[in-house]
């Protein structure tokens, strides 16, 4: 069963998102092409060539394509699935955005951000913002299935797939592409980074916040996070939410910088590898998922963790 | 275009698909044979991302954007409820299409197409995804089935004639668009900050009119292409250690978690 893989990048280059997806692929089928649609994508298409077990490279390139709008991906997608069996997308903002689109036009059930293949027709993904786990069969001839990357190996260099051009569908002729606004920071991206440093409510200000947990980061070279308590009360922007209804991440590294753990936190990062909570109050319920923790007042924890990172690094 | 301007902007009707879930402050629990999640006897709610979408409607009502807002439940009948909360924030009248299946979100796009046939809005804004299954289709879905244009993730709605520009939460960043009105527009969290009903407003809302039709009015329920094999917990994760001082700590993270 030939498998379709949506390539994650930004016309520029290839992003670990799409070896990952690559992964999963690999697990329903030896016969794997990526599609690579933007515009100015001949660069990112060599490197998607490399990829181990990856057949053949689409490009498909438009402006529409290049802004990544939904109709235009589901347009140039939806004629490509003749020739497929399923589409893996990674679960993006991009992926979930057009993917559900494809699912719709080809009347099949998406399958969304799956964690593990089960075996070609049946998957497992989390539910109830992780707190439970689904296995589900589709009985869909063609599947749409959202990748959730954290969950998969990237796969290996040493690929040479050979390079197509594919046809770039009509576009998005009811909608415009206005503006972007990228966030310039040297900081990796919340959802991606492979540490993230968190603050809780316990700051007591947004000056405390950026002066206690952003150095931490930055030291750590991690992303920022912030408990729905930390961003309710002003001291953090909402897009630093980590939890149900903010964003989930599964870093190598998750430092949780006076939370005490609500219901709503843990959902969004207690499929973190390595946990470490520090807060004054030995009964948080966060030291209850934490692999290590430190029961100190973070005025004093946060400093003495700097410099004994400062000692280990030197 | 020809559609765009059939749907009168200036009489302009918002439809509001609402989802009643487990409460978010509710810890979901597995049953024991593996079936679901346990909704037996637990609080219920409007899902958050719902709560968002008709805060925006009502503040575009508010602003003389717009006229009528319809809030509708693909649900049982206790989804009734959620819709009252959504008339208690401003939503002018309601629609339950009644059913104990627990439709995929391909079956409820179906169905919400059917209403959009039937109610003819400009606009339709809703939760980018429920708190329960946590698919994040519904919107898109829909959007795909009618041909109509989508914003999803939205941050800011700003509405002028036929055109709604959306600025939209994505990877790293934002991003403004355009559309074209008929559309969809899914509701990020940033988008604003629902309102609490107030005692005046819930005891008018008692007054609204809720329709209860079933599936059949719409078209029927689409059989599944799902099954659900089996719901387990997630691996457990167990309290570690405690560590003395800092310097502890980021030993054990070097040596033995290897992650710094």
Redesign the interface.
Known sequence: MPVLVFADHDNRSLKDNTQKTVTAALALSGEVDVLVAGKGVTAVAAEAAKIAGVRKVLTAESDALG?Q???AL?ACVIPLMASYDAVLVPA???G??????????L???????IIEVVDPS?FV????????????????AKKVITVRPTAFKAAAEGGAATIEAAPAGVG?P??????????KSDRP?L??AK?VVSGGRAMGSAEEFQKVIEPLADK?GAAVGASRAAVDAGYAP??Y?VG???KVVAP??YVAVGISGA??HLAGM??S????AINKDADAPI??????????DYKT?VP??M???D??KA | MATASAWKVNHMKILVPVKRVLDYNVKARVKSDQSGVDLANVKMAMNPFCEIAVEEAVRLKEKGLAEDIVAVSVGPAPAQETIRTALAMGADRGLLIQTDADPEPLAVAKLLKAVVEAEQPSLVIMGKQAIDGDNNAVGQMLAALLDWPQATFASKVELSGDVVRVTREVDGGLQTLELDMPAVVTADLRLNEPRYASLPNIMKAKKKVIDVKSPDDFGGLAAPHLTVKRVTEPPKRTAGMKVETAADLVSKLKTEAGVI
Do not use: C, M, W
């Open positions: 802004h709008i939904a109709e589901a993006t903002s991009v979930k955005n057009f993917a559900p689109r494809v699912a719709a036009a009347d099949v059930a998406p399958i969304s951000e049946t993904r989390p539910i109830y913002a992780g707190n439970a786990l689904e296995t589900v069969a589709s009985v869909d998005a009811k909608t415009r592409f206005v503006a972007e606004e990228l966030v991206e959802a991606a540490i750590l909402n897009d939410q149900q209804t903010g190598q590294l219901i709503q207690k499929d590898k390595v946990i470490v030291f209850q998922v934490a692999d290590y923790g430190l029961v100190a924890a003495e963790l410099a004994a990172l000692t280990v």
